[in-house]
């Protein structure tokens, strides 16, 4: 199958996923042509979540350096959590966060086994158990930069 009609309707199913469970959805014209944004955006009530998605039943799934930094740039004037959403047949969906993507010669990426180790899933992030991993990280970030 055409990589780009793989990933189109990748995209329209975890589109559908979130819709599904209350969140407002939004497709980036152009996703999977240009890099200047994340391909799907999420929100529900404050909280806004932002995907580039990859449907590769690879090893690893890799970003290029200029979309990466578009990415950063992305969550650095958004504020929102921005994750590389990596579809594996038959396994679901993986959510790796961009600290969480190796810096290789031309590009970032994570492995399969990376990706499932972490095992940040589709469920998780409906649930909200990034947020508090989140909130918790920044609240330690604070004590710590008060000490």
């Known amino acids: 199958m055409h990589r780009y009609v793989k990933g189109a309707r990748s995209e329209r199913e975890l589109i559908n996923e979130f819709y599904n469970n209350d969140y407002s959805v939004m497709r ?16 529900k009530g404050a909280r806004g979540m932002a995907f580039e998605c990859k449907a590769w039943d690879k090893s690893t799934v890799s970003i290029e350096v ?11 004037n958004s504020g929102m959590e921005t994750f590389i ?24 990426t994570v492995t399969r086994r990376t990706a499932t180790a972490i095992n940040r899933t589709l469920s998780s992030l409906i649930k909200g158990e990034i947020v508090a991993q989140v909130r918790e990280a920044a609240t330690a970030a604070s004590e710590l930069a008060d000490a």
């Open 28 to 43: 980036a014209a152009g996703s999977g042509v240009n890099s200047l944004s994340p391909d799907i955006i999420v929100f």
């Open 85 to 108: 959403a990596w579809r594996m047949n038959g396994r679901g969906w993986f959510f790796i966060r961009l600290d969480e993507m190796k810096k290789a010669k031309k590009n970032y």
């Open 66 to 76: 200029e979309k990466f930094e578009e990415l950063k740039r992305w969550k650095l």
